[in-house]
Protein backbone atom coordinates (compact mmCIF):
# COMPACT_ATOMS: atom_id res chain seq x y z
CA UNK A 1 0.00 0.00 0.00
CA UNK A 2 1.41 3.18 -1.20
CA UNK A 3 1.42 5.87 2.07
CA UNK A 4 2.90 9.73 1.98
CA UNK A 5 3.04 11.29 5.37
CA UNK A 6 4.06 14.97 4.74
CA UNK A 7 5.35 17.06 7.98
CA UNK A 8 7.38 20.15 8.33
CA UNK A 9 4.83 22.67 8.65
CA UNK A 10 4.57 25.65 11.00
CA UNK A 11 4.09 29.10 12.26
CA UNK A 12 6.91 31.22 10.78
CA UNK A 13 6.93 35.31 9.91
CA UNK A 14 6.78 36.76 6.29
CA UNK A 15 9.74 36.29 5.18
CA UNK A 16 11.03 33.37 7.11
CA UNK A 17 11.80 29.78 5.61
CA UNK A 18 10.28 26.58 5.79
CA UNK A 19 11.36 23.02 4.64
CA UNK A 20 8.27 20.37 4.14
CA UNK A 21 9.19 16.72 3.91
CA UNK A 22 6.91 13.99 2.25
CA UNK A 23 7.91 10.40 2.85
CA UNK A 24 7.00 7.98 0.65
CA UNK A 25 6.63 4.13 1.50
CA UNK A 26 5.08 0.89 -0.08
CA UNK A 27 5.87 2.22 -3.59
CA UNK A 28 8.67 0.60 -6.04
CA UNK A 29 11.21 2.49 -7.66
CA UNK A 30 11.95 6.20 -8.60
CA UNK A 31 10.13 6.61 -11.66
CA UNK A 32 7.03 8.92 -10.39
CA UNK A 33 5.33 12.33 -10.33
CA UNK A 34 5.37 13.61 -7.15
CA UNK A 35 3.81 17.16 -6.02
CA UNK A 36 3.11 19.81 -3.41
CA UNK A 37 -0.78 21.22 -3.21
CA UNK A 38 -1.95 23.68 -0.94
CA UNK A 39 -5.54 24.73 0.20
CA UNK A 40 -5.91 27.81 2.12
CA UNK A 41 -9.06 28.40 4.12
CA UNK A 42 -12.18 29.07 1.66
CA UNK A 43 -10.24 28.36 -1.57
CA UNK A 44 -9.71 25.38 -4.10
CA UNK A 45 -6.74 22.78 -3.70
CA UNK A 46 -4.03 24.67 -5.87
CA UNK A 47 -0.88 22.57 -7.35
CA UNK A 48 2.47 24.77 -5.53
CA UNK A 49 5.37 22.59 -7.52
CA UNK A 50 5.46 19.32 -9.15
CA UNK A 51 8.39 16.97 -9.85
CA UNK A 52 7.84 14.34 -13.38
CA UNK A 53 9.84 11.61 -13.50
CA UNK A 54 8.91 8.87 -16.13
CA UNK A 55 10.85 6.03 -17.02
CA UNK A 56 14.00 6.85 -19.56
CA UNK A 57 13.64 10.77 -19.20
CA UNK A 58 14.93 13.38 -17.24
CA UNK A 59 13.17 14.65 -14.54
CA UNK A 60 10.88 17.74 -15.11
CA UNK A 61 10.23 20.46 -12.56
CA UNK A 62 7.26 22.93 -12.48
CA UNK A 63 5.93 25.45 -10.26
CA UNK A 64 3.03 28.10 -9.89
CA UNK A 65 3.63 31.56 -10.95
CA UNK A 66 3.04 32.37 -7.27
CA UNK A 67 6.00 30.59 -5.42
CA UNK A 68 8.78 30.74 -8.51
CA UNK A 69 11.86 31.73 -7.56
CA UNK A 70 11.11 30.97 -3.79
CA UNK A 71 10.18 27.55 -3.49
CA UNK A 72 11.88 24.23 -4.68
CA UNK A 73 10.97 20.98 -4.69
CA UNK A 74 13.83 18.72 -3.80
CA UNK A 75 13.75 14.93 -4.47
CA UNK A 76 15.73 12.19 -2.11
CA UNK A 77 15.10 9.43 -4.35
CA UNK A 78 17.48 7.39 -1.31
CA UNK A 79 15.48 8.47 1.22
CA UNK A 80 11.98 8.32 -0.62
CA UNK A 81 11.79 11.72 0.53
CA UNK A 82 10.22 14.58 -1.73
CA UNK A 83 11.08 18.73 0.45
CA UNK A 84 9.33 21.57 -0.50
CA UNK A 85 11.63 24.25 0.80
CA UNK A 86 10.11 27.81 0.80
CA UNK A 87 12.00 30.67 1.50
CA UNK A 88 10.81 34.41 1.29
CA UNK A 89 7.26 32.98 2.74
CA UNK A 90 4.26 35.34 2.49
CA UNK A 91 1.50 35.71 4.30
CA UNK A 92 -0.44 34.74 1.18
CA UNK A 93 1.48 30.93 1.41
CA UNK A 94 -0.52 30.37 4.42
CA UNK A 95 -2.31 26.91 3.77
CA UNK A 96 -2.82 22.96 4.22
CA UNK A 97 -0.08 21.20 2.11
CA UNK A 98 -0.35 18.13 0.99
CA UNK A 99 1.91 15.85 -1.27
CA UNK A 100 0.64 13.91 -3.91
CA UNK A 101 1.90 10.78 -6.16
CA UNK A 102 1.31 9.43 -9.48
CA UNK A 103 2.89 5.83 -10.44
CA UNK A 104 0.53 5.96 -13.30
CA UNK A 105 3.25 8.54 -16.04
CA UNK A 106 -0.18 10.20 -16.32
CA UNK A 107 1.22 13.55 -15.53
CA UNK A 108 2.67 16.09 -17.74
CA UNK A 109 3.36 19.61 -18.44
CA UNK A 110 0.10 20.35 -19.18
CA UNK A 111 -1.99 18.71 -16.15
CA UNK A 112 0.68 18.60 -13.45
CA UNK A 113 -1.16 20.91 -11.09
CA UNK A 114 -4.63 19.18 -12.23
CA UNK A 115 -5.39 17.55 -8.32
CA UNK A 116 -7.49 14.94 -10.25
CA UNK A 117 -4.35 13.48 -12.20
CA UNK A 118 -2.41 12.17 -8.76
CA UNK A 119 -3.64 8.91 -7.07
CA UNK A 120 -1.79 9.57 -3.86
CA UNK A 121 -2.45 11.86 -1.59
CA UNK A 122 -0.78 12.45 2.14
CA UNK A 123 -2.25 13.93 4.81
CA UNK A 124 -2.01 17.95 5.11
CA UNK A 125 0.35 20.25 7.22
CA UNK A 126 -0.23 23.42 8.12
CA UNK A 127 1.91 26.50 7.29
CA UNK A 128 0.98 29.66 8.88
CA UNK A 129 2.98 33.03 7.74
CA UNK A 130 2.47 36.36 10.11
CA UNK A 131 2.72 39.61 8.46
Known amino acids: EVQLQAFGGGLVPAGGSLRLSCVVS????????IAWFRQAPGKEREGVSS???????????YYADSVKGRFAIIRDNAKNTVYLQMNSLKPEDTAVYYC?????????????????????WGQGTQVTVSS
Open 100 to 120: ALDGRFAVYSSNWNWNWTYEY
Open 26 to 33: GFTGDAYT
Open 51 to 61: SIKHPVADTET
